[in-house]
């Protein structure tokens, strides 16, 4: 009788033990955390709208790894005009999380982590996800700033993996533009001159509304659509900590070094030498005029080969061609003919370039201030070449 009870209780045992081993085996991911870490932004011009990557932790293992869809090769053939043409492509990389913290520390820049709230079949589903994406050609993206990028990846990630639908909040106001948000962080970096060149080159579309997925295309964020996302009925981020905090060093604005206030002090200089009988002076205009032209026109040869020769789509529909006219390059040799042709080229140029001015704030893209003082440079220096 205890023989058959021992034998019994045995069996059972081992009923258990297999039924706990099978469990196990399908809830592993539950050994696993990930959360998303949001890093502030740095002093180069690719830093300064922070990054995100997501870590990966594993109890069972002791991994602790970080998986970086920001990842690009300096060496690669032909890096440079790839880049310009929108044609580079990214991949995702993983790295030890120690030596992913210290070079972000290194770098002075803050990180931030959210633990998911995901189940463990989401756990899986998005291990899974990321293991796939690291084989072979699957690991390259073409990159795209908007709308495809090291942050939206995991925003998308999160979407797939998820069991339920996943709902994110308004975390900006109504009708945001891509512009703004863009301008918000390069005004705090002070950048003046890298938001001249990106609104030269940057056309109407980046003047669209944004809608809740759209403004998750920075990583900041994400951050906060994170923290307002539910997965179902239950809230996307679990818990949020500093993972170490650096204060930030206060960017000092100087107002005398801004595009604008450079441009406008020149258009007083010339408008002086303009007025002025000194032959030096004059002398100075004969070559400065040749030099604004051209590079006016050299700026509208660039917008049209962002526009038509590059894949960014933000490039095209660009009205700063309205005033940056190519033919400026060309016209930048004949500005001291004496043919009646040029002279009228100068004196449409004038009109076009005061029309411009009149529907600057009404046209369907902003427009950078900054560009006023030149297209006034254009008009002024226009009237002079026109009334010869």
Not at 74 to 81: H, I, L, Q, R
Not at 100 to 122: A, D, G, P, W
Not at 186 to 208: C, V, Y
Not at 256 to 273: G, T
């Amino acid at each position: 009788m205890v023989q058959t009870m021992t034998r019994r209780l045995f069996l059972i045992s081992y009923f258990l033990f297999l039924i706990s081993y099978f469990t196990f085996s399908q809830t592993d991911s539950c050994h696993v955390r990930i959360s998303l870490l949001t890093c502030s932004p740095g002093e180069e011009l690719y830093s300064t709208f922070g990054h995100s990557a997501l870590r990966v932790t594993d109890s069972v293992s002791n991994e602790d790894i970080v998986y970086n869809y920001g990842t690009f090769n300096f060496d690669e053939p032909g890096f440079y005009t790839k880049f310009i043409r929108g044609k580079l492509m990214y991949y995702l990389s993983t790295e030890d999380f120690i030596s992913f913290k210290q070079s972000y520390q290194q770098e002075k820049r803050t990180m931030i982590e959210q633990v998911l709230n995901l189940t463990c079949n989401e756990k899986q589903k998005m291990v899974q996800q990321l293991q796939q994406n690291l084989q072979g050609e699957n690991k390259f993206y073409k990159y795209d700033f908007l709308f495809d990028n090291c942050t939206t990846r995991l925003r998308d990630l999160l979407e797939k993996s998820a069991d339920s639908t996943v709902r994110f909040a308004k975390v900006v106001k109504e009708k945001t533009r891509f512009r703004q948000l863009i301008h918000e962080y390069l005004n705090k970096g002070d950048e003046q001159w890298s938001k001249l060149g990106i609104d030269l080159l940057l056309g109407a579309k980046t003047d669209a509304i944004m809608n809740d997925r759209d403004v998750m295309f920075l990583p900041d964020y994400l951050l906060k659509g994170f923290d307002s996302a539910r997965i179902g009925n239950r809230p996307a981020v679990v818990s949020k900590s500093n993972v170490y905090d650096l204060q930030p060093e206060k960017v000092q604005k100087n107002f005398f070094i801004s595009p604008f206030f450079i441009f406008s002090l020149l258009l007083a200089v010339i408008i002086f030498m303009s007025s002025s009988k000194n032959n030096s002076f004059q002398k100075f205009l004969y070559g400065f005029d040749g030099f604004i032209f051209f590079m006016a026109g050299f700026s509208g040869l660039l917008i049209l080969f962002m526009w038509f020769c590059t894949d960014h789509v933000m490039c095209r529909n660009n009205y700063n061609l309205s005033w940056a006219l190519p033919t400026h390059a060309v016209m930048a040799f004949f500005i001291h003919s004496k043919k009646g042709w040029a002279r009228k080229y100068f004196i449409v140029t004038a009109v076009i370039n005061s029309l411009v001015l009149i529907a600057w704030f009404f046209l369907p893209q902003q427009m950078n201030p900054a560009f006023i003082p030149i297209v006034l440079l254009l008009i002024v220096r226009s009237i002079a070449y026109g009334k010869q």
